[in-house]
């Protein structure tokens, strides 16, 4: 499950080197942004290519550093950070998006939802059809969810490998962040980002049926948690950390109650007597219950000291390289520890693991 958030979606692609070295590959991504490109160039790429065509987005998107970012302090680093972000903002990055024209009247509804919105992202289409082979996602190798925002009602809708045909349309609709980004319209509907509405793809995954016993790796951009803000650019990094962290540990309270109710009613039931269990209404009720459990491995990238709010616009290759190395890193850690391995209790329908703090 790959959230969204800009650059800091390098973070992804270290995850899934570490995964791929170990021996994990993947059955269904779920992406939402950031994490719907990831997800695509994974899944629309065989075993021996997905790495490396990752690394081609991310080398192709970043920017060049001019210097050895490691040597310089974390102040300079930060100033570094920000000057990488506005350079994006006003030039855009390639194979990504470009900054449209100046136009007055871009206020005024003179134009059409395709064009109002700061950069076009043309290039980015022309990337997606050049590093993934849709016909190698539509054959469902890797199942792929991509989320997105219906933009005239409101809705989050998943586009779905196992229930429609997948193109580039449906990548760039995910990822389709307003005002900057443009609207997508697939199948004459138009849709926005769905980051939006729930930056962290949880529900197609966890309410998928049959139900059947899962190992999620959930990769979340924007830590929720964190410590008191000091200063303006303090305050707005915060903001954006809580406002896309999109309460995950929320929603996945909410589950882990609701199947564990599902496993004990599974449990009540196989208690039953025989003459009761063949009763059509306890039949029907017992239709809600199972016996899976769900392992969700919660991975979160670590913000650095001199990242700012601008942190998702930071495309330096300093910063694309930092974030790479550190998923690459935290999957390893988690895979040698492999708490999923580990007996849960009889009535846990759902264990989160999260990775222990770093040794010092």
């Known amino acids: 499950m790959l959230q969204g958030g800009g650059a800091l979606g390098a973070y992804q692609a270290g995850v899934y080197q570490a995964l791929a070295e170990y021996g994990y590959t993947p059955h269904w991504i779920a992406g939402t942004s950031i994490g719907a490109i990831n997800g695509g160039i994974i899944a629309g790429n065989t075993s021996q290519n997905r790495l490396a065509r990752l690394e081609e987005f991310w080398r192709t998107v970043c920017e060049r550093d001019f210097w050895n970012a490691a040597l310089i302090s974390d102040s300079a680093h930060s100033f570094y950070s920000f000057w990488s972000a506005v350079e994006a903002i006003f030039a855009g990055r390639p194979g990504f998006f470009t900054p449209r024209p100046f136009n007055p009247l871009a206020v005024f509804p003179v134009g059409s939802a395709e064009t109002a919105s700061y950069y076009d992202t043309a290039p980015l289409r022309t990337m997606l059809d050049r590093l993934i082979d849709f016909e190698r996602i539509n054959d469902q190798t890797i199942r792929l969810s991509l989320g997105a925002v219906h933009i005239t009602t409101g809705k989050l809708r998943y586009f779905d490998s196992k229930k429609e045909r997948i193109c580039a349309e449906h990548i760039m609709a995910s990822g389709a962040l307003p005002p900057g980004f443009p609207a997508v319209r697939v199948e004459g509907e138009l849709y926005w980002d769905g980051g939006i509405y729930s930056n962290t793809p949880l529900d197609v995954v966890l309410d998928d049926l049959p139900r059947v016993d899962n190992l999620c790796f959930m990769v ?83 913000a650095r000291d001199w990242e700012l709010a601008l942190k998702d616009v930071d495309f330096s290759w300093a910063a694309i390289e930092d974030r790479w190395a550190r998923g690459y890193r935290d999957v390893s850690r988690m895979i040698e520890w492999c708490p999923w391995d580990k007996e849960v209790p009889a009535h846990t329908g759902v264990v989160v693991h999260s990775l222990p703090p770093e040794p010092q």
């Open 220 to 302: 979340a951009l924007f830590n929720p948690a964190g410590p008191e803000p000091r200063s303006i650019p303090q305050v707005e990094s915060r903001l954006k950390d809580i406002t896309y962290g999109t309460r995950a540990k929320e929603h996945i309270q909410a589950y882990r109650r609701t199947h564990n109710l599902r496993r004990a009613l599974h449990a009540l039931f196989n208690r039953l007597p025989e003459d009761l269990r063949r009763d059509s209404e306890l039949r029907a009720l017992v239709e809600q219950a199972c016996h899976t459990t769900m392992h969700i491995v919660e991975l979160i990238y670590p």
